[in-house]
């Protein structure tokens, strides 16, 4: 079955310590997208990716890094300059082009909590 | 303010009941999404819409757009349908990709 597999559901750092989100789509999207939750606060994009070897910063990006070496992949690393890094975080994937009309897809997130 | 609001942020009905969940807007969109978020966090796409209606099974959703309202409407609600549902709108394309603005969500709870 297609679809967005996030791993891990949990994490546990130390502060201080870069850590590494994963993010895989079998689902041939383009596009794939960070998104951050906090409590009581809507989805904040972080950063997106249309295509292989190329990302943009979304509304908050720093303290975050990104790579996309594979279509299917699109990993986030939270440095240890993120202030406040404990959050849920979102991946998600859409197709691009000339069919706009195209849903996002979401993964199961990872709730990344720093200690 | 934020650019989408839902209303409203908490909601307990008890089974059986009609429910109505509320999201504005204030920017141009594209295309409305509305979510649904479980416990455990991962995201379902619910509907898509950029005007009318569409329902699927208990779920109906509605769109004005010259009023830049949207309603999430559930039938017969069900224990089962507890979780946070949430607007987002397709504000414009980012070179091709989407831009989503979410809204806070709706947390909803259905005693049996």
């Known amino acids: 079955d297609g679809g967005i597999t996030q791993s891990p559901k949990y994490l546990f750092r130390k502060e201080g310590q870069n850590v590494t989100l994963s993010c895989e789509q079998n689902l041939n999207h383009d596009a794939m997208y960070w998104y951050r939750q906090d409590p009581g606060q809507g989805l904040r994009l972080i950063y997106y990716s249309q295509i292989v070897n190329d990302f943009q910063k979304g509304d908050i990006a720093e303290g975050y890094s990104v790579s996309r070496e594979k279509k299917e992949s699109f990993p986030l690393t939270v440095t240890s300059a993120q202030k406040n890094p404990t959050a849920f975080y979102l991946c998600a994937s859409s197709m691009i082009g000339r069919d706009r009309n195209t849903e996002a897809f979401f993964g199961q997130g990872t709730r990344l909590t720093v200690v | 303010k934020n650019e989408v609001e839902q209303s409203p942020q908490n909601l307990t009905a008890q089974e059986g009941e009609f429910i109505t969940i509320n999201c504005s807007y204030s920017?141009?969109?594209?295309?409305l999404h509305w979510l649904q978020q479980h416990p455990g966090g991962g995201i379902v796409s619910l509907f898509m819409l950029s005007s009318g209606k569409k329902k699927h099974g208990r779920l109906i959703a509605t769109i004005n757009i010259q009023e830049k309202h949207s309603s999430l409407h559930i039938t017969a609600s069900h224990p089962r349908d507890s979780a946070v549902y949430i607007c987002?709108?397709?504000?414009?394309?980012?070179?091709?990709?989407?831009?989503?603005?979410f809204g806070q969500g709706t947390r909803l709870t259905i005693n049996p």
């Open positions: 920017v141009g969109i594209s295309a």
């Open positions: 987002a709108v397709r504000s414009g394309l980012i070179q091709g990709a989407q831009k989503l603005v």
